[in-house]
């Protein structure tokens, strides 16, 4: 099982860009599908989640800029950034709850990271 994350890149101030990670392998269900960033000397913070049903959260600085969104029959969340900043440079990495086939619970994986860098 593994997740590959893409659409990270340069962008100026103000632009967008839409972050993808999908999961391929032996999935039985996924629940909780979330984006966490951490710049350079600091740590990882969540920037948004979404459920199975849909119901989303976001980190304040991040809340009328940014939008989760999932598709269930794909195994992909997406991250739509508008209005990006600069203190939004980061390493982007998607977060799934995850039940694989042979599993007997819920687990969390990791995908990659994808870096955002917002110049000024």
């Known amino acids: 099982v593994q997740l590959q994350a893409s659409g990270g890149g340069l962008v100026q101030a103000g632009g967008s860009l839409r972050l993808s990670c999908a999961a391929s392998g032996s999935i039985f269900s996924i629940n909780d599908m979330g984006w966490y960033r951490q710049a350079p000397g600091k740590q990882r913070e969540l920037v948004a989640s979404i459920t199975r049903g849909g119901r989303t959260n976001y980190e304040d600085s991040v809340k009328g800029r940014f939008t989760i969104s999932r598709d269930n029959a794909k195994n992909t969340v997406y991250l739509q950034m508008n209005h990006l900043k600069p203190e939004d440079t980061a390493a982007y990495y998607c977060?799934?709850?995850?039940?694989?086939?042979?599993?007997?619970?819920?687990?969390?994986?990791w995908g990659q990271g994808t870096l955002v860098t917002v110049s000024s």
């Open positions: 977060n799934f709850q995850m039940w694989t086939t042979g599993s007997s619970t819920f687990r969390a994986y």
